[in-house]
Structure formats: structure tokens, C-alpha cells
């Protein structure tokens, strides 16, 4: 993928290191509660994996899948339900992990339908807010990193579903757009 990329922004260590922090948050806010991580795929499987993995409190896992936009780079405000959780969620403590808050858009969508199920809680947890999504009324409770409102690929986040499996975020050179 070499000369694919421009620039890293956060690196593999920084990651690590990151997920270690949110889960110690997530462990002592949640301690004696349930706890239901709620993944968003697919981009969010990397950071469900690390850091379920980092928590000691004990939880459980499901997965949405909802569309907002096919291979742009720009968000549409439409959102459609691909997969819905096999849960029921009512009166659990639900966390979301996204990869990535861009417009908001998209997430801002799924809480409202969260909450319209009757669970105790609903929490956000994102491993990337990007600087547009301040502009959105939404309440995120963890954040891994505050980036620039730049175009990020590896971590999960793809291009035209390439990069997800760089293990660093960073920016695509100019070139790989333009083709
Ligand atoms: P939002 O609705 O604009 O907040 O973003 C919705 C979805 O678009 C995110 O969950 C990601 O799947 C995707 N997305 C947003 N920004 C990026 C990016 O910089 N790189 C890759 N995917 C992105
Ligand atoms: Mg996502």
C-alpha cells in the first residue's frame, strides 16, 4: 500500500496505548452494571476487538451494520438499517463503538433509534472525532483521538473498502482519489 498513503496520523502504539485509557474509563464507570458494546460494522470491528479486549468488566457483544454512504468520501444524512442487533436491548447499558464521527450524521441517527428500544443507558464511544462533527449535538462520552477534518484510512476506516487493515490511521495521497 506504499505510496497509496500520504501521511500517518496516529500510530500503532498510539492506538494501543489509547485503548488501554478508554478501557480503564469504561471499567470504573461501569463497574457493578451491565454492560452491552454495540459495534458498528464494519469499520468498527478493529477497535471492538482491542478494546473489549483492554476492559476487565465483564460484557457483551452485538453488531449493527447501517449505511450512510457507498464508496464517496462525503456523507449522504441517509441512513438504512443492514443488520440489525440480535438483542434486545431494554434495560441494558448500551456503548456504541464507532470508528469514526465525521457530519455525525449517521450516529446521531442510530441513537435515536437506540433509545426508542427502552434501554437504561446509551453511551458513544469513537476511536477518531473529526473536527465537523463538533457542529453536531451529539453526546460522546469517549474519544480515542481529535483529528482535522481530513479523509482517514487503516484502523477499520476504508477507502472503497481498501485500508481497513492498516494497523495505523493516516491520509491517502491525492492520486488514489483522482483514479
Ligand atoms: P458520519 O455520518 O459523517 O459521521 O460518518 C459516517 C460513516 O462514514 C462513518 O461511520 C465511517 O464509516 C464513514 N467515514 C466517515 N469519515 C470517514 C473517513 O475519514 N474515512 C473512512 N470512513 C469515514
Ligand atoms: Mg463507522
Redesign the pocket.
Known sequence: MGDDLEKILVTEEQIRVRNRELAAEIDADYAGRDLLLVG?L???VMVMADLARELRHPCAMDWMA?S??GAG???S?V?RILKDLDTDIKDRNVLVV????????????LVGNLRSRGPASVEICTM?R?E??LE?DLNVRYIGFDLPN????GY????AEKYRNLPFIGTLAPHVYGS
Open positions: 458498528v464494519k469499520g468498527a447501517v450512510s454512504y468520501t462525503t456523507s444524512g441512513v464507532e470508528d469514526v464521527i465525521d457530519s455525525g450524521l449517521t450516529l446521531s441517527w477518531v473529526k465537523l462533527a453536531v481530513e479523509f482517514i484510512v477499520g476506516l476504508d477507502y
